[in-house]
């Protein structure tokens, strides 16, 4: 059966980083494009950041441009997030995703709270 697990989650301060990792189980993560979204509480969910499963191609909303970043370890069959200097307007659920024809795929998140 094919499984994401999102994992890394936590309560953190302002300025502060925190890495996400999305595992999969079932499947060869490097054969997709992997995306991370996030949903606030009241909010819609948003496209944080992706990866393409050709050459690596990566993708960020403007909100995060130059804090998170997202590579692969192939090796460990994962895809992560790394992010730094987090915002109070970072907090959220975290989610990540691969489309598969005809439908989207998703763990079942992790939880990011950044709070003084």
């Known amino acids: 059966q094919v499984q994401l697990v999102e994992s890394g989650g936590g309560l953190v301060q302002p300025g502060g980083s925190l890495r996400l990792s999305c595992a999969a189980s079932?499947?060869?993560?490097?054969?997709?494009?992997i995306g991370w979204f996030r949903q606030a509480p009241g909010k819609e969910r948003e496209g944080v950041s992706c990866?393409?499963?050709?050459?690596?191609?990566?993708y960020y909303a403007d909100s995060v441009k130059g804090r998170f970043t997202i590579y692969r370890d192939n090796a460990k069959n994962t895809v992560y997030l790394q992010m730094n200097s987090l915002k109070p307007e970072d907090t959220a659920v975290y989610y990540c995703?691969?489309?598969?024809?005809?439908?989207?795929?998703w763990g079942q998140g992790t939880q990011v709270t950044v709070s003084s």
């Open positions: 995703s691969y489309y598969q024809p005809p439908r989207d795929y």
């Open positions: 990866i393409s499963s050709s050459d690596g191609t990566t």
């Open positions: 079932g499947l060869t993560l490097d054969y997709y494009a």
